[in-house]
């Protein structure tokens, strides 16, 4: 299983609302990512957890809060959000730190919409 | 400045032309990473090389260390090639963990 499986694909949600995107990789890295992509442009980095650590906190806003329950799973939980926070959300796993050259895979993304 | 130029930003072709992206960076790096984004999709790696060229099918990649230039080619395209192309490098010349810096991406549209 070489996939990274991100849920939902599309969200539509409104500036009150708390909602969840969830990441999901078999490979055993031990590094994962959350990028945030808005249309036209290259991703920007959010967030980096390496060994289930938060390692990389790219002065994020509060209203969106990681979580990586275990090794497998990464969780962006939302809140507040603001109509210019919509944007495809991707996430990305590889090996870990300390590997040289190793091959990052991403997921399909959610495409989150705030109204 | 970016540490990661491409061009062009967008190019239309053909069916059946050669395609040529470039890609120049400004840091040292240990290896370089094409990627592949299909409309509203997510991403995927094509290649990931430190020397010399690698080939997949019909996707040819080329990296200068020296020059800090890379290349990629795609031949005899076809319009399931259309797609934006990224070049990204490793923040960390050592790759700790895979943090990208990214190009801005090239826009390929390949017409029947």
């Known amino acids: 299983d070489t996939e990274v499986t991100q849920t939902p694909k599309h969200l539509v949600m409104g500036m009150t609302n708390k909602k969840s995107l969830k990441c999901e990789q078999h490979?055993?890295?031990?590094?994962m990512y959350w990028y945030k992509q808005k249309a036209k442009k290259p991703p920007e980095l959010m967030f980096v957890?390496?060994?289930?650590?938060?390692?990389i906190n790219e002065s994020v806003p509060s209203r969106f809060s990681p979580e990586c329950p275990n090794s497998s799973l990464l969780n962006l939980h939302l809140h507040a959000l603001q109509p210019e926070d919509s944007a495809l959300y991707l996430c990305a796993s590889s090996q870990g730190p300390g590997t040289v050259n190793t091959e990052a895979f991403f997921g399909q993304g959610t495409r989150l919409t705030v109204v | 400045k970016n540490e990661v130029e491409q061009s062009p930003q967008n190019l239309t072709a053909q069916e059946g032309e050669f395609i040529t992206i470039n890609c120049s960076y400004s840091v040292g790096i240990s290896a370089l990473h094409w990627l592949q984004q299909h409309p509203g999709g997510g991403i995927v790696s094509l290649f990931m090389?430190?020397?010399g060229k690698k080939k997949h099918g019909r996707l040819i990649a080329t990296i200068n260390i020296q020059e800090k230039h890379s290349s990629l080619h795609i031949t005899a395209s076809h319009p399931r090639d259309s797609a934006v192309y990224i070049c990204a490098v490793p923040r960390f010349g050592w790759d700790t963990g895979n943090q990208f810096y990214f190009g801005t991406g090239t826009s390929l549209t390949v017409i029947p």
């Open positions: 090389l430190s020397s």
């Open positions: 957890y390496s060994y289930e650590k938060l390692s």
């Open positions: 490979m055993g890295h031990r590094a």
